[in-house]
């Protein structure tokens, strides 16, 4: 049963920049990575990880808000609680898709913090205020909507 994330391989340059760089927006890995994950669930964008790569235990990840969040990608994507029962097969294929979440979510971030100009925090900042624009029109219901009009 996996007790530990993979980090992409691949993209240990992202984390290593946007963790460890004077202007680096997060403090840790755990945290960038459960950022990432949400991006990716939210572009509903998965990618495959190469073998290898560092690890984050499973311990770091703060039961009542990172362990919080990664059950509920699962869930969200499963549509089906198994993905949040404590079995071999079902820890696996939760660590297997959020692994595969953050690393399309890592994709993004280096797009938008570290390839565009400015400041990677602010950058970030308004990624977060565009994700909140985006996620409040797709919330609203036609009765909202019909308020809105009216």
């Not at 997060?26 to 572009?43: E, N, Q, R, S």
């Not at 994709?107 to 990624?127: A, R």
Request: charged share 30%; net charge negative; with cysteine.
């Amino acid at each position: 049963m996996a007790d530990r994330f993979r980090r992409p391989k691949d993209k240990e340059d992202i984390f290593k920049r946007l963790v460890s760089a004077d202007d680096a927006p997060f403090m840790t890995f755990k945290d960038l990575f459960i950022v990432a994950a949400c991006i990716g669930y939210t572009k509903q964008k998965k990618i495959n990880l190469p073998t290898g790569g560092e690890q984050i235990h499973w311990s770091v990840f703060k039961q009542g808000t990172d362990q919080v969040m990664i059950n509920a990608i699962a869930l969200c994507e499963n549509e089906d609680f198994n993905i949040l029962r404590e079995t071999v097969g079902a820890t696996d294929a939760k660590f297997a898709l959020i692994e595969q979440y953050a690393s399309a979510g890592l994709d993004e971030l280096k797009t938008v913090l570290i390839d565009s100009p400015g400041d990677p925090l602010d950058n970030l900042v308004e990624l977060i205020f565009q994700q909140e624009a985006n996620t409040e029109i797709k919330s609203r219901s036609f009765l909202d909507e019909i308020d809105i009009q009216f």
